[in-house]
């Protein structure tokens, strides 16, 4: 069974920074799909904040760029985002997702209803 942890949620105030990991078990293609970190905010619909694709590039959304950085540890199955420059308007409920792989050398996209996905980690940024 595929299962997804994610820790280092907080309340910082506004300019500080956090670690978030998320750890993966029980999914022998974590090291291959794409994964990546999504929030949703109160009252707002979830959005994709940074993502590792297959090829290694990692496209960030353009409120986050240049101030969060996804990373993985393939030794230690767990992917990591570390945000620094905190804003209030970085409040929400982070989950980590991994894509599902298909066959051969293809994974299905991080999006889909087939996506493994955390349980989520708060975040709270005061100003």
């Known amino acids: 069974q595929v299962q997804l942890v994610e820790s280092g949620g907080g309340s910082v105030q506004a300019g500080g920074s956090l670690r978030l990991s998320c750890t993966a078990s029980?999914?022998?293609?974590?090291?291959?799909?794409?994964v990546g970190w999504f929030r949703r905010a109160p009252g707002k619909e979830r959005v994709e904040v940074a993502r590792i694709n297959g090829d290694g590039s990692t496209p960030y959304a353009d409120s986050v760029k240049g101030r969060f950085t996804i990373s993985r540890d393939n030794v230690k199955n767990t992917l990591y985002l570390e945000m620094h420059s905190l804003k209030p308007e970085d409040t929400a409920m982070y989950y980590c997702?991994?894509?599902?792989?298909?066959?051969?050398?293809?994974?299905?996209?991080?999006?889909?209803?087939?996506?493994?996905w955390g349980q989520g980690t708060q975040v709270t940024v005061s100003s």
């Open positions: 997702a991994s894509a599902r792989f298909a066959s051969g050398a293809i994974c299905f996209d991080l999006l889909t209803s087939a996506t493994y």
């Open positions: 029980g999914y022998s293609h974590w090291n291959f799909c794409p």
